[in-house]
């Protein structure tokens, strides 16, 4: 039996005469588009003989017509889903069985939905041979209260031709409040949920054989349709929220919620907060509770119904990328492709990479979306720890996404909303007066302190490690590198004591070795964040610290080499798709970091379903090439010379031709020639024994301007991607 591509849903009530003609020509219009298609005929308990015609079409027709039958009547809403519950395709279309939407114009909604890219295709009714009577004034009537209600503009707003793909109408029908007829409000889920779509003008001719259940009752449906409104303005205005593939996802799996529930102290801090959030932000809004609730439960779904949700959201962003952003469209034309080509994550690996000069040469170009509200984007510049600023721009909704990832990623150490935090980081830099006033009262309400990481120094360190102390807090947080720096502090001081319940460290790798010093120096376990600028949080480390888990809900991360993914346990480039940003889509971005691959079926201890990677060997720009064709990835040296802090106070390894590098070392007080011997003999076993060496002292090794030192540095470019088609680099 072949496997339908268009599946076409046609509710039935009272229709024995007109469902042979129906069949006859649907099945017509799906030879004359050459398209694989089933008619799925719902009885929707006819007091005629609708379901003997029905299973006649059926055994005459098999595997291309078939039928499904309600013993009452249900609604039109009801029979869309039962037909949606039998149809095998991926796009769908809903036609009433009467014959006054034409059935060739199923192939003029199909070439739009694969043309257009769009979600949802409308055709409307056009006004065109329809008769003026009352039926006609009271549906153009309900269309200016839909439009006026929803803040839409459609031709035909309540139009029940519609063709999307399959889980798209399926998140449509998942309706909450209870309605006379939902069916007309369609569309204006359509709208509050997010999805784009096009409306294409139809034929609409008046019924030849059977009556209309609103005949005679015309005027009484209006009223009830009234009372739908109202209803539908709760559920879609009022009670609206953010759109989110994981809602339908999730009534799919509900998954069993693990999470631990706050206490009444915190549980009032955060009612509490969230009032007053809108007024304590400048970009992002109390919508974040809407999204935190979501990854509350999402976390908890298994490996499959996770990667079912990022399917579902990548094929979203593809459509998106090629509706709205040309540089995508040409690229993807480019390479023969179709976003019906890119189905899930299987299919990934077709769509080309993307650099950071791909990013910088197009930015103010066709990158950027021609579909968005630019008052709800933001500008992020990078660090440009690994060469020049690079700047990137993110959506309202991606920013909302990231902030609740945040939370929920605290949570993990045992945090919950309201402990005293402290932050080892700055806190306005960058902002306006307006912002930085914000970002305090923000702070303030939510019990974290800022100590400031570029401030440190012998002077100040104590007093910043007494203000700590005395603010007790139960979560720390800030760059590796300043952790490290304050536990060697407190290791040879002693004499106060800063005892959090746990630590989160981030923005550079974390040895194994600085990992130990930490976590003796404060008495709590770290929990490391990958991240970086263009996306916030990555993946986290859980509870049970194996492995860092994927906020899987917004990202889809690769482990690749020569274009291909590594194996479990080997290291290799991570490239992201970010399926939250539509401004800027990040589809398969090189962001230029290595990490280890794990097994993607292993789920963790910890229960969750969110995939994991393994250890953050750093950025492919700190990568040292010996000769041979060997290399050593930057937080080799870091792991290494933390065996030498007696001899070592700070060093840099720098690579700006090949077979050679600089090792840039500021000495401590027992620093010898012996120790100098050591080392080098060890780089060069590692690096090649021709390897050229030269060592420069210098007084100090400069913190870049994000408060970062770079351990190791290489100007040589190093492709992790040369085999991969049509890649380029980043020089």
């Avoid at 014959?99 to 192939?107: F, G, H, R, V």
């Avoid at 303030?444 to 570029?454: A, M």
């Avoid at 064709?629 to 933390?642: D, E």
């Avoid at 913190?703 to 470019?717: C, D, F, N, P, Q």
């Amino acid at each position: 039996m072949t496997q339908p591509v268009l599946s076409v849903i046609a509710p039935c009530f009272n229709e024995e005469l007109n469902v042979p003609e129906l069949v006859r020509r649907v099945l017509a219009t799906f030879d004359r588009g050459a398209i694989a298609g089933e008619l799925v005929l719902v009885d929707d308990g006819s007091r005629d003989g609708t379901r003997r015609v029905i299973d006649e079409q059926a055994a005459l027709h098999a595997g291309r017509v078939v039928g499904r039958f309600h013993p009452e009547n249900r609604g039109i809403a009801h029979a869309w889903k039962t037909g949606l519950a039998a149809a095998r395709g991926g796009v769908v279309a809903v036609i009433d069985s009467d014959l006054q939407y034409q059935p060739e114009d199923l192939l003029r909604l199909y070439r739009a939905l694969v043309e257009h890219s769009v979600d949802v295709v409308q055709g409307w009714r056009s006004a065109v041979g329809r008769e003026r009577g009352a039926r006609y004034h009271l549906s153009r009537g309900l269309n200016t209260i839909l439009n006026g209600a929803f803040g839409m503009s459609l031709q035909d707003n309540k139009s029940g031709f519609v063709m999307c793909a399959r889980e798209v109408l399926e998140d449509l029908l998942t309706y909450e409040g209870s309605y006379f007829y939902w069916q007309s409000f369609i569309m204006v889920a359509a709208h509050a949920k997010g999805y784009s779509y096009k409306e294409i003008e139809t034929l609409f001719e008046n019924r030849r054989a059977g009556k209309s259940f609103l005949d005679g009752t015309a005027y009484r449906a209006a009223a009830k349709s009234l009372v739908d409104v109202g209803r539908a303005a709760l559920e879609y205005r009022v009670a609206r929220r953010p759109a989110d593939p994981s809602a339908h996802v999730l009534r799919r799996h509900p998954p069993l919620d693990r999470s631990r529930p706050r206490s009444p102290a915190s549980e009032v801090r955060w009612r509490a907060y969230l009032a007053a959030f809108d007024r304590t932000h400048w970009m992002i809004t109390r919508d974040v509770e809407a999204h935190y609730e979501s990854l509350r439960r999402s976390q908890w779904l298994g490996l499959a119904e996770l990667r079912e949700l990022q399917d579902e959201k990548l094929r979203r962003l593809v459509r998106h990328a090629y509706r709205s952003v040309p540089y995508y469209r040409e690229r993807m034309r480019g390479a023969g492709l179709h976003p019906d080509d890119i189905r899930g994550q299987a299919d990934l690996h077709k769509l080309p990479l993307l650099s950071k000069t791909d990013v910088r040469e197009n930015l103010y170009f066709d990158i950027l979306s021609e579909a968005h509200d630019k008052a709800e984007v933001l500008k992020i510049t990078t660090s440009g720890s690994t060469g020049e600023p690079f700047v990137c721009y993110a959506d309202r909704a991606q920013l909302e996404a990231r902030w609740a990832a945040t939370l929920r990623s605290q949570e993990w150490t045992g945090y919950e909303f309201g402990d005293p935090c402290v932050r080892l980081w700055h806190q306005t830099l960058g902002m306006t007066q307006r912002q930085a006033l914000l970002e305090r009262a923000d702070a303030l309400l939510s019990r974290r302190k800022f100590i400031p990481v570029f401030e440190m120094s012998d002077a100040k360190l104590e007093g910043m490690v007494r203000e700590i102390a005395e603010w007790d807090p139960v979560l720390m947080d800030g760059y590796a590198e300043a952790l490290d720096f304050l536990a060697h502090w407190l290791r040879q001081r002693g004499q106060i004591q800063v005892r959090p319940r746990a630590l989160m460290s981030s923005a550079q790798t974390l040895p194994d070795a600085s990992r130990r010093t930490i976590e003796e120096a404060f008495g709590c376990r770290v929990f490391d964040k990958y991240g970086a600028r263009e996306f916030s949080g990555i993946a986290y480390e859980c509870e049970a610290h194996a492995g860092h888990h994927v906020v899987g809900e917004s990202y889809i991360v690769e482990i690749l080499k020569d274009g291909r993914p590594v194996a479990p346990g080997e290291l290799g480039e991570v490239v992201i798709t970010d399926l939250n940003n539509y401004c800027l889509p990040f589809l398969r971005y090189r962001l230029g970091d290595l990490a280890e691959a794990m097994p993607p079926d292993e789920p963790c201890s910890c229960g969750r379903g969110l995939p994991r990677i393994g250890r953050i060997e750093g950025r492919v720009q700190s990568v040292i090439q010996g000769t041979d064709g060997r290399y050593l990835p930057g937080t080799f040296f870091a792991h290494y010379l933390k065996e030498f802090d007696h001899a070592i106070l700070r060093f840099q390894v720098v690579q700006e031709r090949p077979r050679a590098m600089t090792f840039r070392i500021v000495k401590a007080g027992r620093w010898s020639d012996d120790v100098l011997d050591e080392i080098l003999r060890t780089f060069r076993r590692h690096l090649g024994e021709d390897m050229d060496i030269e060592v420069e002292y210098v007084p100090s090794v400069e913190l870049i301007r994000t408060g970062k030192r770079l351990a190791a540095v290489s100007k040589l470019g190093l492709d992790f991607q040369t085999g991969a088609p049509g890649v380029r680099a980043d020089r």
